[in-house]
């Protein structure tokens, strides 16, 4: 029967690595923090992650742009995502993750937006 968590693979590894990790950090302080960063920093890595795709799928700076996307906006983004990563979303290549343009375009007509001038 499938769950929210499909197979749960990615919870599985998430777990292993918090274990391996166990900063030692004291249980009244690690809750404290979590409560208080985790709902900003989920909301920020989601940003980056979808930001980085949308980047690559509408290629780069001009393609955002004529998707409608504010310039400072997109700037704003840029280094929010340099700071993140340490490196421009144009160069940043996520392990694990292809991100094949002309696949995604060719595959359907109801993606979201319109593909970037060729």
Same mark, same amino acid.
């Given at each position: 029967?499938?769950?929210?968590?499909?197979? !749960?693979? /990615?919870? &599985?590894?998430? *777990? /292993?690595? =918090? &274990?391996? =990790?166990? @900063?030692?950090?004291?249980?009244?302080?690690?809750? /404290?923090? #979590?409560?208080?960063?985790?709902?900003?920093?989920?909301?920020?890595?989601?940003?980056?992650? %979808?930001?980085? =795709?949308?980047?690559?799928?509408? !290629?780069?700076?001009?393609?955002?742009?004529?998707? !409608?996307?504010?310039?400072?906006?997109?700037?704003?983004?840029? /280094? @929010?995502? @340099?700071?993140?990563? %340490?490196?421009?979303?144009?160069?940043?290549?996520?392990? !694990?993750?292809? #991100?094949?343009?002309?696949?995604?375009?060719?595959?359907? &007509?109801?993606?979201? %937006? @319109?593909?970037? *001038?060729?």
């Amino acid at each position: 029967m499938e769950t929210p968590e499909g197979e !749960g693979n /990615a919870k &599985k590894v998430w *777990k /292993a690595y =918090v &274990k391996a =990790v166990d @900063r030692r950090t004291p249980p009244f302080l690690k809750a /404290a923090l #979590i409560s208080a960063a985790e709902p900003w920093g989920s909301q920020y890595v989601e940003d980056m992650i %979808g930001f980085w =795709v949308m980047w690559h799928l509408y !290629g780069g700076f001009e393609g955002l742009v004529e998707f !409608g996307m504010n310039k400072s906006t997109i700037w704003r983004k840029v /280094a @929010r995502f @340099r700071k993140m990563t %340490g490196e421009h979303p144009d160069v940043f290549v996520m392990p !694990g993750i292809t #991100i094949d343009p002309k696949a995604y375009w060719a595959s359907s &007509k109801t993606k979201v %937006g @319109r593909p970037p *001038k060729k």
